[in-house]
């Protein structure tokens, strides 16, 4: 007889969205539901305190379902863990976002265990004991969580467990990511609870914007940039050109891209196609250097009827549109590790997104201390990470624990964000009756993105409105 949620991720941070929805009937039936298992990162993650990544906060086998927003690591990436240690009931998600989980999930359990290996290796050779743990999970825990996955359409309801229904509405952010509404019957009332996952933007190229959803009691919204807006879509095309010219052919050097390999990568190729089909592009070699952004490029690809119909539209003019003459795709860590002594100017794509892991790390300590080269951040860099430190401007940085000085010149684009910017967030919010919301929670961002937004949404009628912390219970 009592419904409440437990904000256990994304609580004034970004990384590791975790809220456990409990329902208690009278029977004394309890039901949970689990919305995202993602993981921490950057600052999330101080190793000098326990590491959030290896304590939930909660009994994974008390967990009776998942509804999964989108693949990203961010919120999905714990799955595997949450499996290994008891959990058993489903994951809900849509077709797109269990086919990225399946390249996605695997990659991070790859890193995890190459990282740990290269810890072993570099305490040996100091002559010490490696005081770290192993991975929070291997390539082989990959699987077992793969299999609960259970794959829904947008907007067709389904059941999660007794008492709760779900459905699914398009978020625009990636291929796949949806808006999580549960309608919960304890018994006594029902209740309509929506959870924004990641809102996109509503001038997307490539994927439809984030869609009205039905009128909610209770809302669980990201905030990630609830402080500022993004430049204009007019700009992104000129503003990219503009990059390229200046870093290859004025400054002759890399432009060094580090990008998410699902969504930002496809953003970027798609407009570099576009380039190179108007004859603006100049000849230039374009890699891209990462084996999980190649994959999900495949997906995205398989997935076309997600697309707006604009772009579908051009499928019949162009049968890829994320391929172009000059562009290389790098599987090979062979030819991956060639284009680190590369001198001639060209243009790199990789993962990841933040820096903090993948083949963009291998390329930044190669290339940061030529002052011809140029890092282009397309996307949002956590505090605690290389991307966020590299964007703040410091002299040096550590990479693969060696000082690494930064002479490359650094810009940041702000169009490619997958995140829908202040204005968006009102406007998702927008198709709601602010007096019909009992209570808004603001999660998925810093201090100063979650406090602007509070007082936008406090501006535009909503009167309780809460910034929940790491770890805290709301009866609902």
Do not use: W
Not at 119 to 147: C, F, I, S
Not at 284 to 302: G, H, K, M, Q, Y
Not at 444 to 471: F, N, Y
Request: with cysteine.
């Amino acid at each position: 007889m009592a419904i409440s949620i437990t904000f256990h991720g994304a609580a004034g941070t970004v990384t590791g969205s975790k809220h456990l929805v409990e329902v208690r009937h009278r029977d004394g039936d309890v039901r949970r539901v689990l919305l995202d298992c993602g993981m921490f990162q950057g600052e999330a993650v101080d190793r000098g305190k326990v590491d959030p990544n290896r304590h939930f906060g909660f009994d994974p086998a008390a967990v009776d379902a998942v509804v999964l927003s989108h693949a990203h690591i961010d919120h999905s990436g714990l799955l595997p863990r949450l499996v290994a240690e008891g959990f058993r009931g489903a994951i809900h998600a849509t077709a797109a976002t269990r086919d990225l989980c399946a390249i996605m999930l695997e990659d991070s359990a790859n890193i995890q265990e190459a990282d740990h290996a290269y810890d072993l290796k570099r305490a040996k050779r100091q002559g010490r004991a490696l005081d770290e743990p192993g991975p929070l999970y291997t390539v082989d825990e990959v699987r077992p969580a793969m299999e609960r996955f259970e794959a829904y359409d947008l907007n067709k309801p389904f059941p999660v467990v007794p008492g709760v229904t779900c459905t699914l509405t398009d978020a625009g952010h990636i291929l796949g990511s949806a808006a999580v509404h549960l309608t919960i019957d304890d018994g006594e009332r029902v209740l309509h609870l929506t959870f924004s996952g990641d809102v996109g933007r509503y001038v997307d190229r490539l994927l439809p914007e984030p869609a009205p959803f039905p009128q909610a009691d209770v809302i669980v919204c990201e905030s990630t940039y609830g402080d500022r807006d993004h430049p204009g879509v007019a700009q992104a095309e000129e503003e990219l050109l503009h990059h390229v010219r200046e870093a290859c052919v004025v400054r002759k050097g890399k432009l060094l891209i580090p990008a998410f390999s699902i969504g930002k990568t496809q953003e970027i190729l798609y407009t570099l196609n576009s380039l190179s089909n108007q004859g603006l592009l100049p000849r230039i070699p374009v890699f891209v250097d990462s084996p999980l952004a190649i994959s999900a490029t495949e997906i995205v690809r398989r997935h076309s009827r997600a697309f707006r119909p604009a772009v579908r539209a051009e499928l019949d003019r162009d049968a890829d549109l994320f391929s172009f003459p000059g562009v290389e795709f790098v599987r090979n860590p062979e030819r991956s590790k060639q284009l680190n002594s590369r001198q001639e100017p060209c243009i790199v794509i990789a993962a990841s997104g933040m820096m903090e892991a993948g083949r963009i790390r291998h390329h930044l300590r190669h290339g940061l201390p030529n002052a011809r080269n140029t890092v282009l951040a397309v996307g949002f860099c956590a505090p605690g990470t290389l991307g966020h430190e590299i964007l703040e401007g410091r002299e040096v940085v550590h990479i693969f624990g060696e000082p690494v000085p930064v002479k490359a010149a650094v810009h940041r684009m702000g169009f490619y964000s997958a995140h829908a910017d202040r204005g968006e967030l009102l406007r998702f919010l927008g198709c709601q009756d602010p007096a019909r919301v009992r209570k808004l929670f603001l999660v998925h961002g810093i201090k100063s993105s979650l406090e602007g937004l509070r007082d936008q949404c406090a501006a535009a009628g909503h009167r309780d409105i809460a910034i929940p912390h790491k770890g805290q219970t709301f009866t609902l």
